[in-house]
């Protein structure tokens, strides 16, 4: 190799150690080259300088541009790539494109996540779309995630906003539920109910119900009725609402026509215990009520006052008297509180006041 080839490739690796310009950069005559896109420089400048991250040039640039929001970029490129949907970048995020919080999402190139999930829909961090809420649950405003349906509620619809209370009457006894169950009969339940509570004994109820009414007076309910029953057996009666069972009639009394309560028997008439109706006495019987009417003198019809007066005097005298009669010849007391049966009696009415045996009120036999 000659000497002045050697001394050519010598100056050649100076410079390029030097990174001073070759005759390549400066042309054959000695001009400057332009500066690819990416990079840039300034008068004077020996090289041409690389974009930082973030920014980007055209080529023969003095200066690299910075990316706009939504947009970000790599050493020495020479254009911004928008953030995909779901993520954002301003001046704040330096260059990076971050992930939009839970309950917002964006579009592509977005500088931020201004898009809130409406209710009863709902973003989870990156989300590049907002999504439905199922039925049987719901979400609010700006939710990143749906929200179940506790027991006593539901959402019949999917993209609920919140999940609505079980009515009177109704219940729901599982979370998620799309519907309300209606309460069968005898049973009741309040609003937003997990179960149906049984009526008490007195009370009752139809299906779908949010209360159990009282019985009215004639009739009586046990647990779990759906409608009251009458006291129509004999002898029973219900004299209150809300009775969980009848009450019978005590001997000498019947029930009135509607078995609200209990009467007592006519005279002449008799009844036992939990009778309907009173029975006639037989021919020479007569209940309590009609013996005393018959030992009883009659009053005066004298419109003087004295008469009058003697006359109730002396009725009380000869009763008192027929009555220590009947208890010295040992003839049972008579129950003036009840009529339950009629006594076989030979009556002498109106006798005059007992001298002597010739007063006879004799007692054959009891029935």
Request: hydrophobic share 30%; charged share 15%; net charge positive.
């Amino acid at each position: 190799m000659s000497d002045p080839k050697r001394r050519e490739i010598y100056a050649r690796r100076a410079i390029h150690k030097l990174n001073l310009p070759t005759r390549a950069s400066l042309g054959a005559a000695g001009s400057c080259s332009n500066c690819t896109a990416g990079s840039n420089s300034i008068a004077g400048a020996g090289s041409c300088s690389l974009c930082e991250p973030g920014f980007y040039s055209v080529a023969t640039a003095s200066s690299c541009t910075s990316c706009a929001d939504g947009k970000v970029s790599g050493l020495g490129e020479n254009e911004c790539r928008d953030c995909v949907p779901g993520k954002f970048a301003n001046s704040i995020t330096t260059n990076v494109c971050q992930p939009c919080a839970a309950g917002t999402v964006s579009g592509a190139g977005a500088a931020a996540c201004d898009s809130t999930c409406a209710a009863g829909r709902y973003g989870a961090a990156g989300d590049t779309a907002c999504q439905d809420c199922a039925a049987g649950k719901s979400s609010p405003v700006g939710a990143s995630a749906c929200s179940s349906c506790l027991p006593g509620k539901f959402s019949a619809e999917a993209v609920s906003g919140s999940c609505t209370e079980c009515v009177a009457g109704r219940y729901s006894d599982t979370s998620e539920s799309t519907q309300c169950f209606a309460c069968s009969a005898g049973k009741f339940s309040l609003a937003a109910a997990t179960s149906c509570n049984i009526c008490i004994a007195g009370k009752f109820s139809g299906a779908e119900s949010g209360f159990c009414g009282l019985c009215p007076i004639g009739k009586f309910g046990t647990a779990a009725a759906h409608e009251c029953t009458d006291c129509g057996n004999s002898g029973e009666y219900a004299d209150e609402e809300g009775s969980p069972s009848c009450k019978f009639c005590l001997a000498g009394k019947k029930t009135n026509a509607k078995h609200t309560g209990c009467v007592d028997c006519d005279p002449g008439y008799f009844s036992g215990f939990a009778a309907d109706s009173c029975s006639v006495c037989d021919d020479g019987k007569v209940s309590e009520r009609s013996e005393r009417e018959l030992l009883q003198p009659p009053t005066s019809t004298s419109t003087s006052t004295s008469t009058s007066t003697s006359t109730s005097s002396k009725a009380r005298s000869n009763r008192f008297a027929r009555r220590s009669l009947m208890q010295t010849m040992g003839w049972p007391s008579v129950n003036r509180a009840t009529r339950l049966v009629c006594s076989i009696r030979f009556v002498q009415r109106y006798p005059p006041f007992p001298s002597s045996p010739a007063f006879a009120t004799k007692e054959i036999s009891g029935s």
